[in-house]
């Protein structure tokens, strides 16, 4: 018979707030099957997807 994970989500949170606090930018966080909590991250700087300045159209003939 296999043993239920135990975790709670205040371990989690810990995990993902020491490594917020160390730079780490979090990306994902895994339970392992022994209980373990892996928190995977990047020390890189978030993409910036659209940096496309939008401005107000003043009339409808600027779209």
Known sequence: MTRAITFTQAQVRRAVKAA???????????VNPDGSITVNGSDKPTKTIDTKKTSAAASWDDF
């Open 20 to 30: 917020e606090s160390a730079g780490l930018r979090v990306c994902s966080v895994t």
